[in-house]
Structure formats: structure tokens, C-alpha cells
């Protein structure tokens, strides 16, 4: 298979992460997730990442300059990816074009009050990053990460309030892209609320289809 260039699109919740994280590890692929990104900058203390918390904290987007800056040298330096959370604006989409060609562009759809049950029940390790969920997906010991072991937190972006702000922000800023990639023909639409397998087999024919 040839290294792919794609964008998983689609609400909060909807289950980028977790196939990402699949995706990754049956093709190789590079990970590139704003969100886990900008996590890793404010856990750090970076300027970035103070700048950036505002805005996460209340479910807002981080500004379009300071996104582009930071993912910009991470896909010009890859022949393969996969892009999870990035871009969430129609300029950032622009920007991206002019960056590199994306070879597709998948569109995993999930309606807003699944949406809302998914994220407040998500658990995320503090260790390497395994999502589970307490009701779909839980880990087999409680607070602690089947993989390695660590500790399980719930994102400070996971509270009611700030979930139904990302889901306004969402489809005010990121679900115009679905007709944005549609016009270039890239779009493939995939339902969410299928099981994580078969949303990952559906994915993986796409990219080697
Ligand atoms: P980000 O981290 O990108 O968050 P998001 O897009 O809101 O996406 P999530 O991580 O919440 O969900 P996901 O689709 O990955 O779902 P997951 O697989 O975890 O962004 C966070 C913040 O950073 C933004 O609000 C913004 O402030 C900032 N930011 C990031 N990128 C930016 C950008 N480009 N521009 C500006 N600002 C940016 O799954 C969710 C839950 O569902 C889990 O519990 C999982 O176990 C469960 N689940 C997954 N699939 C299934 C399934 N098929 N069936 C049942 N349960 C499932």
C-alpha cells in the first residue's frame, strides 16, 4: 500500500481518536492529532500551550495562526499521515491545500446527543493515550489502563457544559468542510454509530480500495 495522505473529519466523540490510534498501527501511518498536540504543549507549560488553554478549557477553537504554525512543519516533513482533529475551519483547510494534496477525506458522522453520552462517559491513560469509554468500552480494572497499566482521567473538556459548547463550535466552524471536501471530491461519509470494528474494516477498505 502506498503511504496515503487522509483526513478523518467528523463532531467531538465521534471516534477519530480511536481509529486513528487503529489506523496507525495496521499501516504505519503517522498520527498527527491537534488536540493530543496541543494537550502535550499545555501539560508542558509551553507559551503555546498557555495560550491554547483559554480556548480548550471552554471548548472554543484555538486560533487558526497559531494551529497552522504548529502542524505546518510536521506535514511538510511526512510522505504519509493521518490527521485527526486538523483542520476544524474552512482556513485551515485552505492553508493545508496549499501545504500538501490530501488523497481522502473521511467523514465519521455522529448525531449530537450520542455525541453528548459518548464524551461524558470517556475515560483517556495518562500513560500512552488508550481511549476507553465506561459504558461501551470499559477497562477490565477500574481507573487503571488495560495496556500499561496507568491511571485513567476524564479530559477537563468532557464536563456537560463545555461538551454542548464543542458541538455548537463544531457545526458552526468544522461541518462546512463536509461540503468544502465534497466540491474536490474527496468526501466519504461513515456512520458513526456502527462498532468501532466495522467503522475500522470500512475505513481500512477506503485506503486500500
Ligand atoms: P480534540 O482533541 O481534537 O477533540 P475533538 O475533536 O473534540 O475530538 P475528541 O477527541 O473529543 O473525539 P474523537 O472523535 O477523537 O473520539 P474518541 O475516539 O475519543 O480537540 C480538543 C480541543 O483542542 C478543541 O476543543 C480545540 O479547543 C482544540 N483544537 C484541536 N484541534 C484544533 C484545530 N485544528 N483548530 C482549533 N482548535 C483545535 O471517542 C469518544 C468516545 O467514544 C470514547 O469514550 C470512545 O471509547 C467511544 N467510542 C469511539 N468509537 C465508538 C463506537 N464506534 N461506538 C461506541 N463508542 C465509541
Given at each position: 500500500?502506498?503511504?496515503?495522505?487522509?483526513?478523518?473529519?467528523?463532531?467531538?466523540?465521534?471516534?477519530?481518536?480511536?481509529?486513528?490510534?487503529r489506523?496507525?498501527?495496521?499501516?504505519?501511518?503517522?498520527?498527527?492529532?491537534?488536540?493530543?498536540?496541543?494537550?502535550?504543549?499545555?501539560?508542558?507549560?509551553?507559551?503555546?500551550?498557555?495560550?491554547?488553554?483559554e480556548?480548550?478549557?471552554?471548548?472554543?477553537?484555538?486560533?487558526?495562526d497559531?494551529?497552522?504554525?504548529?502542524?505546518?512543519?510536521?506535514?511538510?516533513?511526512?510522505?504519509?499521515?493521518?490527521?485527526?482533529?486538523?483542520?476544524?475551519?474552512?482556513?485551515q483547510?485552505?492553508?493545508?491545500?496549499?501545504?500538501?494534496?490530501?488523497?481522502?477525506?473521511?467523514?465519521?458522522?455522529?448525531?449530537?446527543?450520542?455525541?453528548?453520552?459518548?464524551?461524558?462517559?470517556?475515560?483517556?491513560?495518562?500513560?500512552?493515550?488508550?481511549?476507553?469509554?465506561?459504558?461501551?468500552?470499559?477497562?477490565?480494572?477500574?481507573?487503571?489502563?488495560?495496556?500499561?497499566?496507568?491511571?485513567?482521567?476524564?479530559?477537563?473538556?468532557?464536563?456537560?457544559?463545555?461538551?454542548?459548547?464543542?458541538?455548537?463550535?463544531?457545526?458552526?466552524?468544522?461541518?462546512?468542510?463536509?461540503?468544502?471536501?465534497?466540491?474536490?471530491?474527496?468526501?466519504?461519509?461513515?456512520?458513526?454509530?456502527?462498532?468501532?470494528?466495522?467503522?475500522?474494516?470500512?475505513?481500512?477498505?477506503?485506503?486500500?480500495?
Amino acid at each position: 500500500m502506498g503511504k496515503k495522505k487522509i483526513i478523518l473529519l467528523g463532531p467531538p466523540g465521534a471516534g477519530k481518536g480511536t481509529q486513528a490510534k487503529r489506523l496507525v498501527e495496521k499501516t504505519g501511518l503517522l498520527h498527527l492529532s491537534t488536540g493530543d498536540i496541543l494537550r502535550d504543549e499545555v501539560a508542558r507549560g509551553t507559551d503555546l500551550g498557555k495560550q491554547a488553554k483559554e480556548y480548550m478549557d471552554r471548548g472554543d477553537l484555538v486560533p487558526d495562526d497559531l494551529i497552522i504554525g504548529m502542524i505546518r512543519g510536521r506535514i511538510e516533513g511526512a510522505d504519509g499521515f493521518i490527521l485527526d482533529g486538523f483542520p476544524r475551519t474552512v482556513a485551515q483547510a485552505e492553508a493545508l491545500e496549499k501545504i500538501t494534496p490530501i488523497d481522502l477525506v473521511i467523514n465519521i458522522d455522529l448525531s449530537r446527543e450520542e455525541v453528548i453520552r459518548r464524551l461524558s462517559s470517556r475515560r483517556v491513560c495518562r500513560g500512552c493515550g488508550r481511549i476507553y469509554n465506561l459504558i461501551s468500552n470499559p477497562p477490565k480494572v477500574e481507573g487503571r489502563c488495560d495496556a500499561c497499566g496507568g491511571e485513567l482521567y476524564q479530559r477537563d473538556d468532557d464536563r456537560p457544559e463545555v461538551i454542548e459548547n464543542r458541538y455548537d463550535v463544531y457545526t458552526a466552524s468544522t461541518a462546512p468542510l463536509i461540503e468544502f471536501y465534497k466540491e474536490r471530491g474527496l468526501l466519504t461519509q461513515v456512520d458513526g454509530k456502527a462498532s468501532p470494528e466495522e467503522i475500522f474494516s470500512r475505513i481500512m477498505s477506503l485506503i486500500t480500495g
